[in-house]
């Protein structure tokens, strides 16, 4: 049986079905001619390939451009792999996120998990940004 999932900030609490817009654009993707997506952010997809004197970065593995909000699913897998070869604990890839900084991952924390206005423990001493992300999220910290 799959852990529970954790209560997430009631700032969070978005429908999860598709809107209006997103079903019309599926039906239209699958149609006999699929309309250009002008909000595209990959620029392979928009045929503007980079100039061939960049040497390995004109390779055809440097031209696959798959972003990914929760990270690469090749890093995403590495992760679990580590966890379950060194420590023995099975982790779903899917249930990865890799973040650029762990400031970055306390702030996605506090912002899931939290609402404005609650109380987060933090031990002292503490990770020095705390405070500075606490403040952005809209919670206050307890210090133990």
């Known amino acids: 049986m799959p852990p529970p999932q ?24 699958r149609g006999p001619s699929p309309p250009l997506d002008l909000t595209t952010s990959n620029p392979l ?18 031209q696959a451009y798959h972003p990914d909000p929760l990270g690469l699913a090749r890093a995403r897998e590495a992760v679990a792999g580590y966890y379950r070869d ?16 762990t400031s970055e991952a306390y ?7 939290a609402d404005p206005g609650d109380e987060v423990l933090v031990p002292t001493p503490s990770y020095p940004l705390f405070a500075y992300l606490a ?10």
């Open 86 to 101: 060194r420590h023995g604990i099975a982790v779903d890839p899917a249930r990865v996120l890799l973040t650029s900084s």
């Open 6 to 29: 954790p209560p997430l900030s009631r700032r969070t609490a978005w429908p999860d079905e598709p809107n209006p817009l997103a079903l019309a654009a599926e039906r239209a993707r």
């Open 45 to 62: 997809e928009v045929y503007l390939l980079p100039p061939a004197d960049l040497g390995a970065l004109a390779g055809p593995g440097a």
């Open 135 to 144: 403040d952005l999220a809209g919670v206050r910290l307890r210090p133990y």
């Open 107 to 113: 702030a996605y924390l506090f912002w899931a998990l």
